[in-house]
């Protein structure tokens, strides 16, 4: 009888024991499992924030870029129009068609940019495109675009960040860099993207300037949010390369 008790005492020691740990087992696993779920709600978060953070700045460099078109360059063809008007002449009626037609030109691919459509869902390729176009046309630089590989479709919201991303770079490019060519390739492969926007500026050194300049900590923080990453390489009179890759 003494032995069967033990065995009984034994028996319920291990299970006490099986079942408690059991519980602690459970116990922990629901609060690592609280700890994700609250982990992606707050990268989810972060990640809507990002994208309407960048679609303000997208909005303000827009409005930017409007205000100096209609300054330095529709402003400029009106009042040449303006001039040629006062000073007319039979012979001199296909030249002023041809800048009332160039000023025409320039509102329409002003309104493309106010549209709030072309915010809102910008697509990446075609927003890089009229980017390229506008530098080009205002000759503030001599830019190109050149697509490698099978296009690939990007996600609408990441498209606007990479987007973003791309448009810092430029800027900087264009008021500091004192560069005269800015060549972006789009480089399609089987899993990513890889994006390469160089310019032949001044160039810098990147531990010195980077923080304080272009903000790559920013740039590489953005990307992050998108699952790619991103370099950037520089050297003093060597120019500047940003190049990003973007997993599918």
Known sequence: MEQGGEILIVTTVIIVVVVAFLVILFTVFQRRKN??????????????????ETQIEIREETLRSISWELHDNIGQLLTLAKIQL????PESLQEITETIGKSLTE?????????????NNIK??????L?????????YI?????????????NQKHGIIIFRVLQEFFSNTIKHSKATDLKVELHFKKDKLEIKAC????GFEVDKVALKGIGLQNIKARVKLINAKATLKSEPQKGTTLTINYYF
Not at 86 to 89: D, E, I, K, M, V
């Open 35 to 52: 700890k994700l779920l609250l982990e992606r709600e707050e990268i989810k978060k972060q990640f809507e924030r990002e994208i309407a």
């Open 86 to 89: 006062q000073q007319a002449t």
């Open 107 to 119: 509102i329409r691919a002003l309104s493309k940019l106010i549209n709030p459509e072309f915010i």
């Open 124 to 129: 990446f390729i075609k927003a890089l495109q």
């Open 131 to 139: 980017e390229i176009e506008r530098f080009n046309r205002l000759n």
């Open 142 to 154: 001599n830019a190109s675009l050149n697509v490698f590989g099978e296009e690939q479709e990007i």
């Open 199 to 202: 310019d032949n500026g001044v």
